[in-house]
C-alpha cells in the first residue's frame, strides 16, 4: 500500500422519501480508501453500508455530498470518465445465487463486461477468462454450464471473475460471504486476500461479521445508523474501541476459548452493574 487516496466519500447523505414519511439513510458519511489496501464498512443491518456502496456504483443518487475517484466525480463526469470509472470500479454482489443470470452459461456471465466495454478482442476475452478461471481454482469445462450446476462458493468465485476480467482497481465487495456456509467463507476470503496481493487492487469491503473484517482488512469504518461511530487501523479498533456502540459490536463476537468468553462476559456484566 502506496498510501495515495484512490477513492474518497465526503459528506455522503441518503435520505429516502419526503416530509414525515423521510428516513435518512446516511448522514454527512466521508472516508477515503488507499491505493493497495482493503478497508472494512461494518454495521448492523441498517446502518447504511450497502447504501454507500450503491451510491458508488450508481445505483443510487446521493442526496449530497461527493465521491471522487482518482480526479472523476462519478455523479457529474466529463466526456469518456463514466466509461473509465466503470471499468475500474466493479462490484461484488452479497447473493451468489441471484447475482448471476441462470439463462446464461458460465462463459456468458464472465465474456458480457468485457462486450460491454469493448476494446477486447475474441483472443484477448478468451485468454482473460482462462487466466481469472485458473487463478480462482475453476477448471476449463465450467465455462459451458449454468449457474444452477455449482455450489454457492464456486458462484462467488465466478461473481469475483466477472467483476476482474475487465482490469478494475477497485472492487466494491458488498458481503459478499455472508450468504455462505462458514467452511466455504474461508475460503473465498483466502481467495479474495490472494487476488488482492496478485492484481493490485484496491478493496472496499462491506460486512457485519468483525471476525472477517479483522481477518481481511488493515483499516476500519463503524457506520451505526448511518453516522460514522469511529473509523481508524483495525488493530487499534479492537485493541482500544472508543465509541460504545464498537464495543457492542466487538463484544458480540464470539470467542473459541471457553474461558476467556466467560471473562468477557464477566467484564460486561460488571460495567452493566456499574452503570445501573
Do not use: W
Request: proline share 5%; glycine share 8%; charged share 30%.
Amino acid at each position: 500500500m502506496n498510501g495515495d487516496v484512490l477513492l474518497e466519500v465526503e459528506g455522503l447523505s441518503k435520505q429516502y422519501g419526503r416530509g414525515r414519511r423521510a428516513h435518512r439513510a446516511l448522514e454527512d458519511v466521508s472516508f477515503d480508501v488507499r491505493q493497495g489496501e482493503i478497508l472494512g464498512l461494518v454495521g448492523e443491518s441498517g446502518s447504511g453500508k450497502s447504501t454507500i456502496i450503491r451510491c458508488l456504483v450508481g445505483l443510487e443518487k446521493e442526496s449530497a455530498g461527493t465521491i471522487r475517484y482518482d480526479g472523476i466525480d462519478p455523479t457529474h463526469p466529463k466526456h469518456g470518465e463514466l466509461d473509465r470509472y466503470r471499468r475500474e470500479v466493479q462490484m461484488v454482489f452479497q447473493d451468489p445465487y441471484s447475482s448471476l443470470d441462470p439463462r446464461m452459461t458460465v462463459r456468458q456471465i464472465i465474456e458480457e463486461p468485457m462486450l460491454v466495454m469493448g476494446g477486447f478482442s475474441e483472443r484477448e476475452r478468451r485468454a482473460r477468462i482462462d487466466e481469472l478461471m485458473a487463478i480462482v481454482g475453476l477448471l476449463p469445462e465450467h465455462l459451458d454450464r449454468y449457474p444452477r450446476h455449482f455450489s454457492g462458493g464456486q458462484r462467488q468465485r465466478i461473481a469475483i471473475v466477472r467483476a476482474l476480467v475487465v482490469g478494475p482497481r477497485v472492487l466494491l465487495c458488498d458481503e459478499p460471504v455472508s450468504a455462505l456456509d462458514v467452511s466455504v467463507q474461508a475460503q473465498v476470503l483466502n481467495l479474495l486476500k490472494d487476488m488482492q496481493r496478485q492484481l493490485d487492487l484496491t478493496v472496499l469491503f462491506v460486512s457485519h461479521d468483525l471476525a472477517v473484517v479483522k481477518y481481511l482488512c488493515s483499516r476500519l469504518v463503524v457506520l451505526n445508523r448511518g453516522v460514522i461511530a469511529e473509523s481508524g487501523p483495525v488493530a487499534e479498533i479492537y485493541a482500544n474501541p472508543q465509541d460504545p456502540y464498537t464495543r457492542s459490536l466487538l463484544e458480540a463476537v464470539p470467542i473459541p476459548d471457553p474461558e476467556q468468553e466467560r471473562a468477557r462476559r464477566a467484564r460486561r456484566l460488571d460495567r452493566l452493574a456499574a452503570t445501573a
